[in-house]
Nanobody, 128 residues
Framework: QVQLAESGGGSVQAGGSLKLSCAYS?????MAWFRQAPGKEREGVAT???????????SYADSVKGRFIISKDSAKNALYLQMNTLDPEDTAMYYC?????????????????????WGQGTQVTVSS
């Protein structure tokens, strides 16, 4: 079992930045950030495939590449998503997710059902 808890969401103007955090109860090989806007499918934003250290292989959805950075701090059992140059299109509920024994599927394009563990979500609202 992996327990996840997100924090750090809020309201920001377009062009601003936010950093989301996710506290996790145990290491998972694949960790990810997903988001879901009203009336839309849940979509992958970023993933990180890693061992129990901070070293990992990040992957990003095209829509956030160059603006968002996923990272983890194994000493704190924390996953982060630094979001820069935010756009109103980034408005959504953001979820932290984890998958055990995921390697080839540890990419943002994987279906959300691939991940077995989820946090409760944190809302991000970007105004123009």
């Amino acid at each position: 079992q992996v327990q996840l808890a997100e924090s750090g969401g809020g309201s920001v103007q377009a062009g601003g930045s936010l950093k989301l955090s996710c506290a996790y109860s145990r290491h998972a090989q694949c960790m990810a950030w997903f988001r879901q806007a009203p009336g839309k499918e849940r979509e992958g934003v970023a993933t990180i495939l890693s061992d129990s250290s901070d070293n990992g292989i990040p992957s990003y959805a095209d829509s956030v590449k160059g603006r968002f950075i996923i990272s983890k701090d194994s000493a704190k059992n924390a996953l982060y998503l630094q979001m820069n140059t935010l756009d109103p299109e980034d408005t959504a509920m953001y979820y932290c997710a984890a998958g055990l024994d995921l390697i080839s599927s540890c990419v943002p394009g994987s279906a959300w059902q691939t991940f077995g563990y989820w946090g409760q979500g944190t809302q991000v609202t970007v105004s123009s």
